[in-house]
């Protein structure tokens, strides 16, 4: 039986249900079958991985429609250059066991070959462990199935992987009691060998923070081997204290260069919710310097309800290089970080979506010091604007988003490419690439300039495609 407690930890993951289909502008190959049944869900941020070599690999989870929670599997696809499917049966299990539930699956390219995938497993009434597997080039499982961490009675949810240049990764999590005490959250890592050992201890490594609702933690590379891990800590309840991002930085061995505890990378002004979320509220992505770029949401407007967004830059030690941060978004109504996308010399395109009265998707450019260059805004009458991911290709900045169109009741993917001055390169409104759809997630191989976005239907629950399309370059 489905349980109030899985209900939570669905709300814990922040996962996008699956609401595709097809008339196509700029599309290679589209209406690529993923999943045709049940419900399949995407991590924000981390459903689609670019395949060495090329291609692209979406994982999911997969949940019969009307089941119990241990019909929660993880599955996987490749997809190649030309649209065709590696696994041509409908795609591959990576986990399908009747007796646990699998979820919050995350992927991230093996460096040479391959891919390492993320997921917990478990039993949300007992304890659940997030496990790590390797799939080689030919996508075969190449570890057998080990936890990162081993804990006692705990749920380990929403995992996040950074590889390194040896073969093994990087992986973190949030850990809380199961009996879902007030007791804190904690943020635990470890390092994987290119064979799927262990390199540090077995119970893993804290990463610190002061007490409180840590969410997901979000990793990258220190580009010296080493690991950056950050986080938003929501306080604990009823506290009222303000939210807090904090970080961690790691070498190879395990060394916490910035202690114990870890660093406060800001304090924001938005009372903390004392709750656990995966992803929302925070973005955060290497800075290409061994430091990190950071986009959350926080209470900037004085006498105003709502939210706003700010965001941060930090060194390799933790230092911020912005300030007190920088303002993106200042104004009534609810603003929310919606994608992070590293731009030229240490600066960044943050994707807003903004909510007064209708659903607008604005993008924003900051330069290298935190000073915005350019904003604009993705919107048209009577239309909702929702959620997009963009990649830059360090020429032009791809958007690909998600446009509700109220009168008919239908939606629509689109794609618009946009120079670095902010110019729109093909129209105010970009190009189509699916009717009837909502985008779960993009990526987009600079070598090939090609694009890959997962889609959702908005008849067919079940349905689950993908469509490769041009990148267009001017």
Known sequence: MKSSRQGLVLLILCLFPAAVSAAVSAAVAADIPLSNSGSSYFMPGHGVALLPGGGYAPVWNWTIVGGPHSDSDVRMQWVRPDGS??????NREVASSPQVHESGAVIAPHPRSGVFVAFDSGDFEVKTAVVVQRYDGAGKRLWRVVAAVEEGRRIQTAPTLVPDAEGGV???????????????????????????RRRWPRQGLTAGGVPGQRGGPQGMTDGQGGLLVVWRNERSPGTNLPALIEGQHFA??????????????????????????AAAGLRA????????????????????????????????????LWGPGAVVTEEAGTQTVVDLVPGPGGGAFILVRDDQGRAELGIHRLDGTGGIIWQTRLS????????????????????????????????????????????????????????????????YDPVRDQGFAVLSSATDPGRVTGVLFEGKNP
């Open 85 to 90: 499917r590696a696994f041509p049966k409908g």
């Open 380 to 443: 048209a009458p009577e239309t909702h604007d929702t959620y997009g991911f963009g990649a830059f290709d360090g020429d032009v900045l791809r958007v690909v988003w998600t446009r509700y169109h109220q009168a008919s009741d239908q939606s629509q993917v689109r794609l618009i490419v946009l120079d670095l001055n902010g110019n729109r390169l093909d129209g105010p409104d970009g190009e189509l690439l699916a009717e009837g759809s909502a985008v779960l997630s993009f990526s």
């Open 285 to 320: 992505i290497s800075d290409g310097e061994g430091g990190a770029l950071l986009a959350f949401d926080d209470l900037l407007s004085e006498g105003e309800p709502g939210v706003d967004v700010a965001a941060q830059r930090v060194d390799r030690s933790g230092n911020p």
């Open 170 to 196: 990087y992986v973190c999590f949030a850990s809380f009691p199961v009996d879902e005490a007030t007791g804190s959250t904690k943020t635990l890592c470890q390092h994987l060998d290119a064979s799927g």
């Open 252 to 277: 190879a061995n395990g060394i916490r260069f910035w202690g114990k505890q870890g660093r406060l990378l800001h304090q924001t002004h938005m009372p903390g919710r004392g709750a656990l979320y």
